[in-house]
Each structure stands twice: as structure tokens, then as C-alpha cells.
């Protein structure tokens, strides 16, 4: 059975800084595309940032600001997001997602065969 568990998030102060990570089991994680996803109240999900698993390419959401960083740790099944200088606007539930030998499509929700159940982050102004 395939879990994906988020943590990290929090409350924090806007200009402060979180890490995500997103722990993987049942799969196999160098194998799998892994990408995170927020949603805001009212909002669809969106797009944070996707590291493929051949050849590892990352990718952001554009336009791409530079606070967040993307990373992963195939020894540890575990990917991570680093989110620096917080915006009010960056608070939502952050989701991690997987996608078997995924390259392109990455930024699409329906591209990921699995999902975990989110961490909520929150920042305040």
C-alpha cells in the first residue's frame, strides 16, 4: 500500500521559513516523479514545484520566485520543499504527490497516481 506523509508545516510569521518534507513508502521512489501541490480555501490546487525521477530535472511554478527550493532523498524515500521569506498569500494545505516514470505533464493535478493528506501552513502578516 502506498502512503505518502507530509510534515513540517506550521505557523509561522510572514519573512520566516518552513521545510516540508514528504515521506514515501510502498512504492518505488526513484522510480516516481514526486511533486508538491497547495490548496488555499476557495482555491483550486495548484502547482509548487516537481522533481522527476530520470533524470531528476526540477521545475517551479512560474513565475518562478526563487523562495522555494525542491529536493529529494532517494536513500530516505523523502522528498522535501524548502519555503523561504513566507508570504501571507503562501498559506494553504501543501500537498505531496507521486507519479510513476512521469517526465512532462508534471504541474497537472490528474498526471500523480497518488497523493498524501496534506500539511496546512499558515503565515501570518
Known amino acids: 500500500q502506498v502512503q505518502l506523509v507530509e510534515s513540517g508545516g506550521g505557523l509561522v510569521q510572514a519573512g520566516g521559513l518552513l521545510r516540508l518534507s514528504c515521506a514515501a513508502s510502498?512504492?518505488?521512489?526513484?522510480?516516481?516523479?514526486m511533486g508538491w501541490f497547495r490548496q488555499a480555501p476557495g482555491k483550486a490546487r495548484e502547482f509548487v514545484a516537481a522533481?522527476?525521477?530520470?533524470?531528476?530535472?526540477?521545475y517551479y511554478q512560474e513565475p518562478r520566485e526563487g523562495r522555494f527550493t525542491a529536493s529529494r532523498d532517494n536513500d530516505k524515500n523523502t522528498v522535501y520543499l524548502q519555503m523561504d521569506s513566507l508570504k501571507p498569500e503562501d498559506t494553504a494545505v501543501y500537498f505531496c504527490?507521486?507519479?510513476?516514470?512521469?517526465?512532462?505533464?508534471?504541474?497537472?493535478?490528474?498526471?500523480?497516481?497518488?497523493w498524501g493528506q496534506g500539511t496546512q501552513v499558515t503565515v501570518s502578516s
Open positions: 504527490a507521486a507519479a510513476y516514470q512521469r517526465r512532462v505533464g508534471v504541474r497537472q493535478t490528474y498526471e500523480y497516481d497518488y
Open positions: 522533481h522527476t525521477w530520470s533524470p531528476g530535472s526540477i
Open positions: 510502498g512504492l518505488r521512489f526513484s522510480e516516481y516523479t
